[in-house]
């Protein structure tokens, strides 16, 4: 069964606002085109667990280190302190933290995947984000498998955990660089949002880099940007269009189309047998 | 008696300073001597500038990151670096003043120092950018940086940000790209690196600069995932309550330590850095200089492992 994200994603009701076109399309529709507007192509952000079924095989995604939760190493508090907002996001969304990460199959290939979900605190990245992504690179490389991130971002780094996630731009960022030298295909997908610390650490460092038509993607948010220049910003500005235009992409692809493309890369791509890799911990 | 406020204290000082001035010039005119009633205010001076030192919240500090009159990365090199043969530009499309490299000595010591430059004038602000480097400054740091690996030269980063340039261009050349690219190749660089925040750590843009063997910083220096404004603004909704923001991050040299995020402290002189730039710039030589040798005798490739599981065993979270 696919679950729906209720928030802003997705009102209650037969039908829902397209964010693209502002046209009212039937929910059942969208639902059965990957969630994506039948009129204008627009693509809906998706529930995590609902994006890793719409893209490996059935039944094939096997979940790891799904325990970890986040700690609170500064005391945290601002209007509310950390751990309570962890515990009202964690019974938001049902999730314990906002990446997901295991090993799974597309087209009966293998692979490592990762996926962080914006509706989770902004999909920033914490201890438990930094280290489920250094995780699933050094298991890619263990067993020679192609390696998936797709980032869904608009925190980029979590605050609340301070000094602490800045530094896991440098720890994710220094495992995927062990796990490209050991030779390993890493495919980065970035779906809208994609911002912040994520977008300047292991989201970005990939062998190819794809992204969803229309995801905002950029290292400061666009308000931010408004705020320091006072002036508006051109259209199309941080979208996946705007990128591959200015080169930081290795394609576009359509939600519908994500699985083909992903299992032909790899196929063009991965080699059966890796250079033997040593994985240091 | 109320206990008096941080910047009642600043001007007192201030106001002692100006007396201390004015009698020496005083005396200087007339020849008459002066020298029990300055020696009064010096010690007076001195009692001031400690309780001052003892009193100051994080926002405080940040503040004091921030002092116009801080030295910046160029007053470093100036003061600290021999021979200094500046080398500019990316060799692909400009040459960022927000970030300085080049070669020099400390002693017998070749090195390559790399730092973020803020500017002092209101113009050389603007041609800084304010010390916000663009990602072409990012390509800069890390052309020099694979030069300096080439000739087996270490590497001394000297951190002052507020953060990377927030602007339209940046994004059009990659602004994220480029910063991650460095901390990718700065975690394997087969050179050592010592980072050294002097000022404002300012997250991603501090962290381009800021992948290494040896982490010190300046006594009142400050590193931090986002400003305090910044943090305020998101989670307050009001960027006038950076002070607590400050506060909840937990950004000083002290807490860092405590963490250990950083390996050291470097102490500055007394009222900060700012009130005496040359004893701030020996200290921070004999640091280097200290860094240098420690690391020095270790060889490369556990240097690099190091590295490695330094930034792979960063962070707390449980398992249950």
């Known amino acids: 069964m696919v679950f729906f994200r209720k928030k802003k994603d997705m009102p209650d009701g037969l039908w829902t606002r397209c964010d693209g076109c502002k046209g009212m399309v039937y929910k059942k529709i969208v639902e059965e085109r990957m969630y994506v507007c039948p009129e204008c192509n627009y693509h809906f952000r998706v529930f995590s667990r609902d994006r890793l079924k719409l893209l490996l095989d059935e039944n094939s995604f096997e979940e790891m280190w799904d325990n970890m939760v986040p700690c609170d190493p500064l005391n945290f508090k601002d209007r509310i302190t950390y751990p309570e907002r962890v515990a009202a996001e964690q019974q938001k969304t049902g999730l314990k933290e906002a990446a997901i990460v295991g090993k799974g199959k597309i087209n009966g290939k293998e692979l490592m995947i990762g996926i962080t979900d914006s509706s989770f605190i902004m999909g920033s990245m914490g201890a438990v984000v930094g280290e489920k992504i250094a995780r699933a690179a050094e298991k890619a490389c263990e067993l020679q498998l192609p390696l998936i991130i797709i980032s869904g971002s608009g925190g980029g780094a979590r605050m609340q955990e301070g000094v602490f996630s800045l530094m896991q731009m440098a720890k994710t960022s220094a495992a995927i660089a062990r796990f490209r030298e050991a030779g390993g295909l890493y495919i980065s997908i970035l779906t809208d949002p994609s911002l912040g610390g994520v977008m300047a650490s292991f989201a970005s460092l990939a062998d190819i880099m794809i992204a969803e038509p229309k995801a905002l993607i950029g290292f400061a948010g666009p308000r931010v940007i408004q705020e320091t220049i006072r002036r508006s910003l051109p259209k199309g500005f941080q979208t996946a269009e705007f990128l591959l235009e200015h080169g930081f992409l290795d394609m576009i692809v359509h939600r519908q189309d994500m699985k083909e493309e992903l299992s032909r890369l790899i196929d063009y791509l991965q080699q059966t047998k890796n250079v033997p890799c040593e994985v240091q911990v | ?320």
């Open chain 2, 1 to 320: 008696m109320t206990e008096k406020t941080v910047t009642e204290l600043e001007n007192s000082i201030l106001e002692i300073e100006h007396r201390i001035e004015d009698l020496e010039n005083a005396s200087l005119k007339d020849n008459c001597d002066r020298s029990v009633e300055i020696k009064y205010l010096r010690e007076k001076h001195e009692r001031l500038q400690e309780k001052l030192c003892s009193k100051l919240t994080p926002y405080d500090i940040v503040k004091i990151a921030r002092h116009p009159l801080r030295p910046l990365t160029a007053d470093y090199v100036n003061m600290m670096i021999d021979d200094f043969v500046e080398l500019h530009g990316d060799k692909r499309f400009g040459d960022d003043k927000a970030i300085i490299c080049g070669l020099g000595r400390i002693g017998q010591e070749r090195l390559l120092v790399i730092g973020q430059q803020k500017g002092k004038s209101t113009k050389e602000r603007i041609a800084c950018n304010f010390g916000m480097p663009n990602p072409e400054g990012y390509r800069k740091a890390l052309q020099k940086m694979k030069l300096a690996e080439k000739f087996h030269l270490p590497i001394v980063t000297l951190i002052d940000t507020p953060g990377a340039n927030p602007d339209i261009g940046a994004e059009e050349r990659g602004q994220a790209y480029a910063i991650a690219e460095n901390i990718y190749e700065m975690c394997r660089l087969k050179t050592p690196i010592i980072n050294i925040v002097i000022g404002e750590g300012g997250s991603g843009g501090a962290l381009g600069i800021g992948i290494g063997d040896k982490f010190a910083i300046l006594e009142y220096a400050y590193y931090s995932v986002i400003s305090p404004e910044g943090c305020a603004a998101i989670l307050w909704k009001n960027s006038e309550n950076a002070p607590e923001a400050s506060e909840s991050l937990r950004l000083t040299a002290k807490d860092l330590l405590k963490f250990g995020v950083v390996d050291e402290i470097i102490s500055e002189p007394l009222g900060a850095a700012h009130k005496s730039p040359k004893a701030m710039a020996n200290t921070l030589k004999s640091y280097i200089l200290k860094y240098l040798e420690e690391i020095k005798s270790t060889p490369i490739d556990i240097l690099i492992e190091n590295r490695y599981n330094k930034y792979r065993n960063i962070g707390k979270y449980l398992e249950c």
